[in-house]
């Protein structure tokens, strides 16, 4: 069976674009990793493509007068690696809604609450500060609105009394680190299917879309 071709676009350190290599890695893991693009030249998580003997580019926004001829540079240099699935992971950048439609149930996204709530930026540090008592991430399908679309997978994680964003930030990317690879291997098997504004999972088993680690302190 074919393995799925991933494009993972990075802006940053790149854990996700790790959690994602080391998934890759294992001769079972139903996909591999096309391509990796990233932003900003300066980004660590080419470094880990390097190390991986990962293809990668550097598309800088910056260089680009319209989002336009950004998103099609992008477009086309994933469309010529044979890209079929979009990882987005760290990417700072908001993607045109062109870009969005062209790429449609082919994009998805790691956000670190669990959606809808507290979309956007600076989530962890507007978590801590509203006191709710549980937290998380999700990966989605991506759709034009920020932070939007059918949900794949989710982490739940506890918000511990003594949290500041720092610490909450870095429990939940331990859980991200785990769902991403697992919403990428749904996908590629087909176990997870698209289905208008929902993901339907073929075994029935809506549950394990939900990962829900037991509370403990740290």
């Known amino acids: 069976m074919a393995r799925l071709k991933l494009g993972v676009l990075i802006s940053g350190r790149g854990t ?12 079972t893991y139903p996909a591999t990793i096309a391509l990796v693009i990233s932003n900003h030249k300066d980004a660590e998580g080419l470094e880990k493509a390097e190390a991986a003997h990962l293809p990668s580019l550097v598309i800088e926004h910056a260089k680009y007068p319209e989002r336009t001829a950004f998103d099609a540079a992008l ?4 469309e010529q690696a044979g890209v079929q699935l979009i ?32 979309r956007g930026l600076n989530v962890h540090e507007r978590t ?19 932070d939007d679309g059918p949900i794949i997978i989710q982490a739940a994680v506890p918000v511990l009394p003594n949290d ?14 785990q769902i991403y690879p ?13 289905m208008g504004d929902k993901v339907v999972l073929s075994t029935g088993d809506e549950m ?5 680690p037991p509370i403990k302190s740290d």
């Open 208 to 212: 394990a879309s939900l990962i829900n």
């Open 164 to 177: 500041d964003a720092k610490r909450l930030a870095a429990r939940i990317l331990t859980a991200e680190h």
């Open 16 to 27: 996700n674009l790790a959690a994602l290599i080391d998934a890759c890695a294992q001769s």
């Open 87 to 118: 990882c987005l992971a760290g990417f700072m950048r908001l993607l045109g809604t062109e870009f969005v439609n062209r790429w449609a149930g082919r994009i998805i996204n790691i956000h670190p609450s669990l959606l809808p709530a507290f």
């Open 128 to 146: 801590v500060a509203a006191g709710v008592k549980i937290s998380g991430c999700t990966v989605h399908f991506v759709r034009p609105e920020v």
């Open 182 to 194: 697992e919403a990428v291997r749904l996908i590629a098997t087909g176990e997870a299917r698209l």
């Open 75 to 78: 477009s086309n240099a994933l």
